[in-house]
């Protein structure tokens, strides 16, 4: 599935100079990992894609030179949502703790681009009494409730040129900037939703391309993520875009990255951070490491189809759907896919066609083994086997 080119040359979306270079193919791959299916026969007829990723070493950003930004179209039926984990709401309320304090978020105007259901919004508008706007595609109004807070709204409807002058005080994103095949023109439009004359602060949270690199979160690669950010490439494309780096961190056990930057340099702007010589040698072996991982869990389904051993993935969501696809994972083997989101339940997976159950039906399915797609989750997903009565083998992938 995966091969390595290296002689094809491209411009790179987040820089904009040439020389970008490919160095790793994966074919076949679902569209949406987050559109399920309401039958096997639909998910396992879903769209495919290819992904064809090369690495820009003026700035260190990866993207997917096949991608076509005509085959994404979010809509009610993409799900994504994280809530279900305390781990994870343990981390939205840090970050809107740590937002309203460092950003002084107090009766704002606050716009987030991306917003799902509006969950962190409504946290925003409540910690800070602040007056708060979304923007989703994928929220349906006659269906989701609204946000449970007087001063959050959304607009179920992308963001765009057309919201230039909605004078923000305060802007977020939060994993939509790697969906945007031209991000130098998204991330420079944000200066048209601020409030003019104002030395306001800009959030945007992305999936770690370090992380995916050096610890082989192989499964981390998706069509939907046209743009795999290092540190060096998200703090250039707000540089070039005309914002002010205050800081860029790596969050959330290293696998998200997130940044603070400015309209106004006056703001302790942060130095800028080189491309990484260790980027260009991880890109290198990539290739080749993914063969061999895939290879490896291979290997291991073939054992355990041969002994009878029963096993489910924890986790429904891109790592999941990815790594039951890359292996083209049997239905002997890894019939289900549990997910807490009660929206994904009864549902099948895009591609290899799982279905997706609750927890609770573990205590029918009996596993021999239960595989953690996110390590950052696999002490929480103990403890509901151990409430369950569930003796299983809990592997993280």
Known sequence: MADQRSSDSHNCPGCGQDGAREFFVAEGVPVFCNVLWDS???AVATDRATINLAHCAHCDL???????????AYSPQYENSLDGSPRFREYRGQLADRLIADCGLKQKRIVEIGCGRGEFLRLLADLGDNECVGFDPSFDPDNDPPPSHPNAVIRSESYGPRHRGFDAEFVCCRHVLEHINEPFGFVRSVHGTIKGGSETVVYFEVPNAMYTLEHLGIWDLIYEHCLYFTPAALDALFRRAGLHPIRVDSVYDGQFLSIDATTESSNGTAEPIPASVET???????????DA??????????EW????????????????????NVLNAPGSVVAHAVDVNPRKQGRFVAGNG???????ELQEICPDKVLVMNAIYKSEIESQLAELNVNADVLVV
Request: charged fraction near 30%.
């Open 280 to 290: 260009a040698d991880l890109v290198e072996k990539f290739s080749s490491a993914y």
């Open 293 to 302: 991982k895939v290879s490896r869990w291979k290997q291991q389904f073939s």
């Open 305 to 324: 189809e041969k002994d009878g051993t029963r096993a489910v993935i924890w986790g429904a969501g891109s790592k999941g759907v990815t790594f039951l």
């Open 354 to 360: 799982q279905q997706i159950v609750g927890p609770d």
């Open 40 to 42: 096997r026969e639909d």
């Open 62 to 72: 990866v993207f997917n030179t096949a991608f076509d930004p005509e085959k994404m």
